[in-house]
């Protein structure tokens, strides 16, 4: 079919610039049409596609049919003025509605949906609660409630954002024909919370997509220094990069360690702390950037629509393996090559030991034993966590695991283990470190022992944090008592229990 005599191709083409729309992206669409029809069904449905499969058009193709407004709910204030510049800039009317607003901002915005000027509603679940917004929407009648980022309706609801448990409730009170939730990620157990909340016991439709990303190769790099392995992959990795960490003074330092260790000064952070001109600016420079690197919270997480992120870095896990693989799907939106690795090490577990709740202490173990896996394609697992359908999967198209990495000791344990094998008892564990970075000692030559300088490419704090790390979780011993207090040695025991001698440690 020629796209002038398909409407919803000649829309795609004229007003998106798309010469192709794909099934599913149709069947999305016509899904909602279909619902507008006279007597229709209400329509109820989970679109569960990858990110970057154009998610967006699915609802914003319809609402230029659909007799009354779409309104649209995300989660986070970028995300939400970041879809308001590309509707703007598309021709299609839109209104936001969020907190903070002036009565001015406020007024116009009211005055555009009541004249019929504006075709897509943008919220958030909290301004949809305040009685003024949802009065306001009630009167206009929707013909479409699309929510995006719709795993947060299970993962955020039950935990810091109620409003969202309330979405259920405020779709009873708008009625709209048509319901779509959408998500890039969803295991089971999230699937089943978004379909209780929103669709509270109705039947609903599944359209579903691969999450598989194939242009994405995963890896995990384990650690005994997250802030050296860190600096390495920044340098090394393609550009633009985001580095995804748990809380906003971390992206702070974080940034500030990468502008002084790399040198650079295309280096910024971004999180929901920051004032609104802020947040817009570093979006700005960042979608410009070609060099960029943005250490960032999960406020950057959720479509943004910079196409060309080569690499993406979790400094830390984040709390399920939804919410990695949402944030690593920022990478690689244009289909080219790109690079998703997770950093792991030891504080994880500490983490996870300060979790009370179940459920989320579950997910977030679900991640870790990805991460701390020995073994196994890293696709698949991920793909598996999801309960992803292993039928038709065809073979990995980039893992490190399947091109031969993602092996051996965390990056500084053999470093560290070595040294103290080779040169066991001989050295405090300062003096260790200083002999492990290759520090001269005042002598004209250096000092006689195996490793010398093994660590040279280490910062000095990186490497001391390394150094207690690797004491405590076993990896080498520093004895307390005399005659070998503060000095290190492999972790092992004698057969009887106590710590060999110096002359068995020396094999003599």
């Avoid at 000027?117 to 009167?139: F, G, H, W, Y």
């Avoid at 939106?333 to 690079?339: T, V």
């Avoid at 470190?433 to 001269?440: N, S």
């Amino acid at each position: 079919m020629e796209s002038g005599d398909d409407p919803l191709a000649a829309a795609a083409k004229e007003r998106f610039g798309l010469d192709y729309l794909y099934p599913y992206q149709r069947l999305v669409a016509a899904n909602i049409l279909d619902s507008a029809a006279v007597g229709a069904e209400p329509l109820r449905q989970v679109v569960l596609l990858p990110t970057g499969f154009g998610k967006s058009l699915c609802f914003q193709l319809p609402a230029f049919f659909l007799p009354r407004p779409t309104i649209v709910v995300y989660p986070l204030l970028a995300l939400m003025e970041d879809q308001r510049r590309r509707l703007e800039s598309l021709g299609l009317g839109c209104v936001l509605f969020r907190g903070g607003q002036s009565p001015e901002e406020r007024t116009e915005a009211e005055s555009s949906l009541k004249r019929g000027v504006a075709r897509i509603v943008i919220t958030n679940p909290e301004s949809l609660c305040q009685p003024r917004t949802l009065a306001l929407l009630k009167e206009t009648r929707p013909s479409h409630i699309a929510v995006d980022e719709a795993h947060c309706v299970s993962e955020w609801g039950e935990s810091f954002r109620p409003s969202y448990l309330e979405l259920g409730r405020i779709v009873d009170a708008l009625a709209p024909p048509a319901l779509s939730a959408f998500t890039a990620t969803a295991s089971p157990g999230v699937f089943e919370g978004v379909a209780r909340i929103l669709f509270g016991g109705s039947a609903y439709r599944v359209v579903a997509g691969d999450p598989d990303r194939p242009n994405i190769s995963y890896g995990v790099v384990r650690t005994l220094s997250r802030q050296h392995s860190l600096v390495r992959l920044v340098g090394e990795m393609q550009r633009p990069v985001i580095v995804f960490c748990s809380s906003r003074h971390g992206a702070q330092l974080l940034a500030r360690m990468l502008s002084e260790r790399l040198r650079e000064t295309e280096v910024r952070f971004y999180h929901a702390g920051l004032a609104k001109y802020e947040r817009m600016a570093i979006e700005d420079w960042f979608f410009s950037s070609d060099r960029g690197i943005l250490c960032s919270t999960c406020a950057y997480g959720m479509g943004v629509d910079k196409k060309n992120i080569r690499s993406v870095i979790h400094y830390e896990a984040p709390a399920s393996v939804e919410a990695y693989l949402q944030e690593a799907g920022r990478a690689g939106r244009d289909g080219l090559p790109s690079r998703a690795i997770l950093l792991s090490g030891c504080a994880d577990g500490d983490r996870l030991a300060l979790e009370k709740d179940e459920l989320r202490r579950a997910r977030f173990r679900a991640l870790l034993s990805y991460a701390a896996s020995e073994d196994g394609c890293r696709r698949d697992g991920l793909l598996d966590l999801l309960g992803a359908a292993r039928e038709g999967r065809g073979p990995c198209s980039g893992c490190d695991r399947c091109e031969g990495g993602g092996r051996g000791p965390r990056e500084g344990e053999a470093e560290i283990r070595d040294f103290s094998a080779a040169n066991a008892f001989r050295f405090t564990s300062e003096e260790a470190l200083a002999l492990l970075r290759g520090e001269e000692s005042g002598r004209s030559e250096p000092p006689r022992c195996a490793l010398w300088g093994a660590m040279a490419d280490w910062d000095e704090k990186d490497a001391a944090g390394a150094m207690e790390q690797a004491i405590d979780m076993g990896i080498v011993r520093r004895y307390a008592a005399w005659p070998w207090r503060g000095r290190i040695a492999p972790a092992r025991r004698h057969a009887h229990g106590r710590a060999p001698s110096i002359l068995e440690a020396r094999g003599r």
